[in-house]
């Protein structure tokens, strides 16, 4: 099985800046993509930012060039840094991992629980 455990999520002004961190346990071997994905409400989820274990990098049309996704492959953990933030990027942020190689096993679309991210003055 895959923990996932989110943080940083919280209220911010538009203009302003958030990180949030993802990290993963599990008796873990590997991660091949790591990413984040949210969810507006009266909206579907979509795809904000994904991550290879190669730093391959892939980015929502909406958030490219204000949000940067990274991650530690040591510490199997995945960031993303949201930068000039809007109010239409308010929404509840999952963490996803792809094709996880445990001890147990292998596991594809693992997702933490949310994180709230609201974008309001």
């Known amino acids: 099985q895959v923990q996932l455990v989110e943080s940083g999520g919280g209220l911010v002004q538009p203009g302003g ?10 008796s873990i071997f590997s991660i091949y993509a790591m990413g ?7 909206k579907q989820r ?4 994904t991550i290879t274990s190669g730093g ?4 929502a ?14 510490k ?3 960031y993303l840094q949201m930068n000039g933030l809007k109010p239409e990027d308010t929404a509840v942020y999952y963490c996803h991992t792809d094709s996880v190689l445990t001890a147990r096993g292998a596991y594809d679309d693992w997702w933490g ?7 309001s003055s």
């Open 61 to 74: 049309a909406s958030v490219k060039g204000r949000f940067t996704i990274s991650r530690d492959n040591a």
């Open 46 to 49: 979509e795809l904000v930012a």
């Open 36 to 42: 984040w994905y949210r969810q507006a409400p009266g």
């Open 113 to 119: 629980e949310g994180l709230q991210v609201t974008v």
């Open 17 to 26: 800046s958030l990180r949030l961190s993802c990290a993963a346990s599990g």
């Open 56 to 59: 391959t990098t892939n980015y």
């Open 76 to 78: 199997n953990t995945v």
